[in-house]
């Protein structure tokens, strides 16, 4: 929905789809991988370096059911299960525009990360436990990338519930994942977690208790973490900071350097793309929005 300039941005996930499509896209690079090794590797870098999203979003669904065939041969694989999580997960978030079938792969999603952080550290019902003993299992782990996986499944999951208050308050125990995955290592999936973190930080304008400013902090550093490659950055920099705020010469700054970018670079062509189009759709629409 846009909002014109008389009327301050609503709070909302909007962002945290955006988040999935841009994002979730590199957390494939562990997909394929964990599953077999040379197939595997080459696999997850014909996806991370494609330059057509049409293609990729075609393919997915035969490694969903490789992976669903594995699983059932290692039930019990942690690797297995998050590398099915990333890309159910990511698949949801990127591709489907059905509400109900979106909510459908985004728990199933959750699910299986949920159930590798039980078999992998112990951390078996962490929706229903309380607060602060869930805290004080995050504060516990040391593996980045289960911690970042179940951080964005969950993530997906509550963008997916967004008209389920239950679901909502369970963001904060996706920042607390996300702020522990700071701590083990910022630089995880091109600085990932700061991505997420600044669209939460973005949700609402600060009059409702948003955090803009700390949101920009959030991007930009993704940005440096990058080597200033990871375009996603940038483009929720504009579309959460500078609309929120209503920065029309940030914003329009911003997606024309986008725009101006080559897209290929290692592991992020597939999610630069993405993040081009996206930028070509937001400087479309800015004299509607502004």
């Not at 159930?115 to 229903?128: F, T, W």
């Not at 290592?185 to 600060?206: N, Q, R, S």
Request: net charge negative; with cysteine; proline share 6%.
């Amino acid at each position: 929905m846009i909002h014109g300039k008389r009327n301050p941005p609503r709070p909302g996930l909007r962002g945290l789809a955006l988040a999935m499509l841009l994002v979730g896209v590199s957390g494939c690079a562990a997909v394929i991988s964990r599953a077999t090794d040379p197939l595997a590797d080459n696999l997850t870098q014909a996806i991370l370096n494609h330059n057509d999203p049409e293609t990729i979003a075609a393919a997915v669904p035969t490694y969903l059911v490789l992976l669903d065939s594995l699983l059932q041969s290692a039930p019990e694989d942690p690797g297995l299960l998050l590398a099915s999580a990333t890309l159910h997960s990511a698949f949801a978030g990127n591709f489907v525009q059905d509400a109900d079938r979106s909510k459908r792969l985004h728990a199933r999603a959750l699910g299986l990360a949920g159930e590798a952080a039980c078999l992998a550290a112990a951390g078996c019902a962490l929706r229903s436990e309380p607060y602060p003993r869930f805290e004080a299992w995050v504060g516990e782990q040391e593996d980045p990338a289960l911690l970042y996986t179940l951080a964005t499944s969950w993530a997906g999951y509550v963008q997916a519930h967004s008209d389920d208050w239950r679901a909502v308050a369970e963001l904060a125990r996706v920042r607390a994942l996300l702020q522990r995955v700071l701590v083990l290592d910022e630089a995880h999936e091109h600085g990932g977690a700061h991505l997420y973190l600044g669209v939460l930080d973005t949700l609402a304008p600060p009059a409702l208790g948003g955090r803009p400013e700390e949101g920009r902090s959030h991007f930009e550093r993704a940005w440096a973490l990058s080597e200033e490659r990871h375009l996603t950055a940038k483009v929720l920099l504009a579309e959460r900071y500078a609309r929120m705020l209503f920065d029309r010469e940030l914003h329009d700054q911003v997606l024309r350097e986008v725009l101006a970018a080559d897209p290929e670079a290692p592991g992020l062509t597939l999610a630069n793309t993405i993040a081009q189009a996206q930028a070509r759709a937001l400087l479309a629409d800015a004299d509607h929005y502004f």
